[in-house]
């Protein structure tokens, strides 16, 4: 063997050694969010104390506004920049529950499991009446010609028996592979988007459906309402009501209370035995718009080209009032801070910037979220500006507390692609699923309005729709910590991923 062959073999065996060890940019990145989202996560005490310690998030409300302030700081301190609040109602009032107790005491005795309805007025202190079963206010000319003269001193039951629904059925769902498998093969979206402001219309006269019931049986004398929003036995779904304005009704004392026990008092009902109910709630409104603000934040964007180019992240921080909104959505806020804080810990440099929002009034009417959009991209009517032509995508979270399986592309066939790369280095943490189909009612229909590519995720529902979705039961306690910082790891990486391709993800129209 001559000198040139020892050399050229050498020289062989030493590229191949070396390319054998090197590791891509994307690959080195990747094993450090991983180990940073893995072995230092900090999202489970972050969400400890934004649930614990803070707890419900009612839009309008003093603990939504303390909340937002403590937010805003473990922003900060994670490292992000430009944290502030921008306001997003000016008339949305606070409402606090003080105390309440709700007791059958005749013909015998039972502690009623009961949760004041949003909004609802204090009673004139401790208070009794009889049951008065009225199944249904869908017929108000009906339900003046049966009940009125008949309401004075009575306390309403609202509804008809529920539904039987074993606490012994499965609670906790996780999608199967077939299942995504299934929601891939979908050659079309089948479920139908409305335009926001079609939206917002019908919003309206749903959400006062019941406003002609409740002034009358006030009218009428009635001291209270009980109604039941059953998902499953023994779970309290006190959600609504939707009077979050200045001006709107102060509903009377309305409650909602477990199935079982509403069960019985209807059932009591049918047998003439009508029971005597003593309540008392005492709650306090208050107007006070400094406390109705969206938490906006960045990583500021580093290339020359790129940096006026924006990744928007978004999930909503209010929550409803009786639980601590820990699976809707506290725990989707945190995994969005804890994905920026994992970027900024490995020192990661965006090129693009990196803003997230945490948006109030989402359980209204997406006001937070639809503030911010007309803020910053004109209002609903016109045609979106150039400054929604700068965001390269919108994220949003908020199905729950369960892993991330894959992602709806909202309609945008033209996303699938992107997403495809963007799952497949993680395919070992998350199904990486891509549906062609719509998803609705949270803030990416906001944003998906204006034309920008718009995004939720699929999630295992865990027991999201069976016991903590707008329920009592809604703490820490639903929270998988390993789902908690896939979630983190997979938005990171998502992020990166995303930041690290030229021309982001194509819009649905031109
Ligand atoms: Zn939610």
């Not at 990145?29 to 934004?50: C, H, T």
């Not at 079963?133 to 003046?144: G, L, N, T, Y």
């Not at 019931?213 to 006190?238: C, I």
Request: proline share 4%; charged share 25%; hydrophobic share 35%.
């Amino acid at each position: 063997m001559n000198l040139k062959t020892i050399i050229a073999i050498s020289f062989f065996i030493a590229l191949s050694l070396h390319s054998y060890a090197q590791l891509t940019t994307n690959e080195t990145v990747l094993s450090e969010i991983r180990n940073e989202g893995f072995k230092k996560s900090e999202a489970m005490d972050m969400l400890s104390q934004l649930t614990d310690i803070y707890g419900q998030r009612l839009t309008g409300s003093r603990a939504y506004f303390k909340a937002a302030k403590w937010m805003s700081d473990e922003m900060k301190n994670s490292g992000l920049q430009n944290v502030h609040f921008e306001n997003y109602c000016d008339n949305c009032r606070g409402w606090d529950v003080k105390t309440f107790k709700v007791e059958m005491v005749t013909p015998n005795y039972m502690s009623i499991s009961a949760y004041p309805l949003a909004m609802s007025k204090s009673t004139n202190g401790v208070v009794s009446g009889e049951v008065i079963s009225i199944e249904s206010f869908a017929d108000m000319s009906q339900v003046r010609q049966d009940f009125s003269g008949k309401l004075k001193g009575k306390v309403v039951l609202l509804g008809v028996e529920p539904q039987k629904k074993s606490l012994l059925d499965t609670l906790e769902f996780r999608y199967s592979e077939q299942q995504l498998k299934q929601m891939e093969s979908k050659l079309t979206a089948e479920v139908k988007t409305t335009p926001l402001p079609e939206l917002f219309e019908e919003w309206k006269t749903e959400d006062k459906a019941d406003e002609d019931f409740l002034k009358f049986v006030e009218a009428e004398g009635a001291l209270a309402v009980l109604t039941t929003q059953p998902m499953y036995l023994g779970v309290l779904h006190p959600q609504g009501t939707y009077y979050y304005r200045d001006t709107d009704l102060k509903p009377l004392p309305y409650f909602t209370i477990m199935p079982e026990h509403f069960g019985r008092l209807y059932r009591m009902t049918k047998l003439n035995t009508p029971p005597t109910i003593r309540l008392n709630l005492q709650t306090e409104f208050y107007s006070e718009p400094e406390n109705n603000v969206n938490i906006i934040g960045e990583i500021s964007g580093t290339d020359a080209k790129l940096k006026s180019e924006s990744i928007l992240l978004g999930a909503h921080f209010d929550s409803w009032h009786s639980g601590a909104g820990a699976t809707d959505n506290g725990v989707n806020c945190v995994t969005l801070v804890e994905a920026l804080r994992i970027l900024k810990a490995i020192d990661y440099k965006p090129k693009r910037t990196i803003k997230i929002g945490l948006w109030g009034g989402e359980e209204q009417a997406f006001l937070g979220s639809t503030a911010y959009a007309k803020k910053h991209f004109g209002d609903l009517d016109k045609k979106p500006n150039s400054e929604s032509k700068k965001i390269t995508a919108y994220f949003n979270l908020d199905n729950g507390a369960g892993a991330v399986r894959g992602v709806y592309l909202q309609n945008n066939e033209l996303a699938r692609p992107v997403f495809k790369k963007i799952f497949e280095p993680i395919s070992c943490i998350s199904s990486g699923a891509i549906t062609i189909e719509n998803t609705l009612s949270t803030d990416h229909e906001t944003f998906d309005y204006y034309n920008i590519p718009s995004f939720q995720f699929i999630q295992d529902e865990l027991a999201y729709g069976t016991v903590t979705h707008h329920s009592y039961l809604d703490f820490l306690e639903y929270v998988n910590e390993n789902d908690l910082k896939k979630n983190a790891v997979i938005l990171a990486w998502t992020i990166y991923a995303l930041d690290n391709m030229e021309h982001g993800i194509p819009r649905k129209h031109n």
